[in-house]
């Protein structure tokens, strides 16, 4: 116990633990194979870094967000703590690098991505590292059953025969008991042992609101509540037309989805992140690891392919504990749009089989060759020259996978990257007997520490600067000073990458599991089906559906969704109405103020009383709320 507060106060600066956490680190550290339930923002990283640092070894952490991958190996390499990445898209001398750290260095923490796990170098490498510790993040990504299955997720079961002794710590947000019983069956844990903090969000309101004309709706809900918002859309063009309407409205917004260049989604996102741009529209590519804990709104323009997504995705607002809202816009006819999104999802064998035989010719790889070989892949440019459709063609790569015949990999900027291969001895001699390199190499000695450890990101503009060279100069010393094997430089890569995972077969005789697809378009249909009753449902709490959607049955209703706040509305007397509406009055007679600090001054009224009233006088123009400063102030003379 000491030993566990010692390193969390030391290395995270906490002085105690969120609820769940202690009582799944000690798991952990008893040897028991562990399935952690967490919602999202519960502080599910915690749970695998404490026990990894408190036990001689390194921690394997398998997990499918790249994006997190190099955002917790820079933050623990911050805290003085020695961590590494592999993920498809390296350079495999970069792989073999990090490899060697993990086996001779004193490495904590290994995170892979799941598809790295097929590879018979990281097995060999992994079979000589001291393991102390296998977390698999996003742990409903291995069952078929699950709503984001990730067949590459079924190799994590061949690290059990590496590391017998070891104990495994799945965690994931969202799991049905189906899908629970799923994971500890793929992960082969010797006994069921489920830890599960309860899905209830107690800050989060679920709105579902029924409207034709969802743009004006939105104008509403942003100038309702102040604040960061993540407004998600169906497709790119539908993020663009959305954020273009919005500045047109005064509003600060982005937009993002997969179809960006990666430099250009990179810069969006920062610029949200640092509170630069309100409002990022975007598809459902954005936000899976990404920590920004004060998103006060969620909004789904449509409806979601499931429950266990939307959870995921609304979950991202009010990671703080402050209140929040996750709104869902509604119409009737999402309801054909999301059936007709069900049949791009599940290609027939034959649209699988003519996916295939188009792929390998446009990489004009030939039948029987090709185990192991990577390529740059536009998909834009695939489906133009052979008229398939974009999602059905992602949809096909995810049965491709499943059944072992390539795997894909969207696309994930990796700058450019460097390492010193020489020792500092050697090195020194180097610059020694060749002068005209010297300030090239002091240049990046002096710019980055860790060169001869292992691969850093490099910036050329910046080094070719400091050691007084042009650009094409630069790199043609670079390029020289690799092939000499004096460093290692690669390139940097934004493109999404096609693998085949076994030699190119003839379409013809492609075995393709018919049973499996038939079943996940039935599992997916039943998903469907579980969203549109969410929305339809008028009559009870959604905060209880979700949480019985989970198994947490016979939940309290939550006081703060619309179905709640309907019964508020009810229970409000006129009277009660004129009194907190002459007390905002009163309050804003003194000047404008934010919805927390009317909040504050009103606090002898209930609450959701309050945030009735000021939503009814907003709707009737009786109340105001500037942009962008989101203050609330009364328009010219008193409220009527």
Known sequence: MENIQHILKTYWGFDAFRPLQEEIIQSVLSGKDTLALMPTGGGKSLCYQVPAMAREGICIVVTPLIALMKDQVEQLRNKGIKAAAVFSGMHPAEIDAAFDNCVYGPYKFLYLSPERLKTGLARERISRMTVNLLAVDEAHCISQWGYDFRPAYLEISVLRDLLPQVPVLALTATATSDVEEDICRQLRFKQKHVLRKSFARQNLAYLVLPEENKEERLLKILRWQEGSAIIYARNRRQTEEITAFLRRRNFSAAFYHAGMAMKKRETVQEDWLRGQVRVMVATNAFGMGIDKADVRLVIHMDLPESLEAYYQEAGRAGRDGRKSYAVLLYSPADERKLLEQLELNYPSVEEIRDTYQALGNYFQVATGAGEGLSFDFDIGDFCRRYRFN??????????????NYLSFTESVFLPSRLKILLDKDSLYRFQVAHAAYDPLLKAILRSYGGVFDFYVPLDEKLIARRAGMLMDEFLRALKWLSAQG???????????????????????????????????RSRHLQGVRSVIEYATTAGRCRSSMLLAYFGEIGAENCGICDYCLQLHKKEATAEEFSAIRAAIERTLKNGPCSQQELMERLHSFPEMKVLFVIRTLLDEGQLLRNEPAGDFLLPSGRLR
């Open 390 to 403: 974009a999602r059905k063609v992602l949809s096909v790569f995810r049965f491709l996978e499943k059944d």
């Open 486 to 520: 004096v460093l290692s430089y690669i390139p940097r890569k934004d493109k999404p990458q096609v693998t085949y995972l076994s030699a190119r077969a003839d379409a013809g005789t492609l075995y393709l599991d018919a049973a499996f697809l038939k079943a996940r």
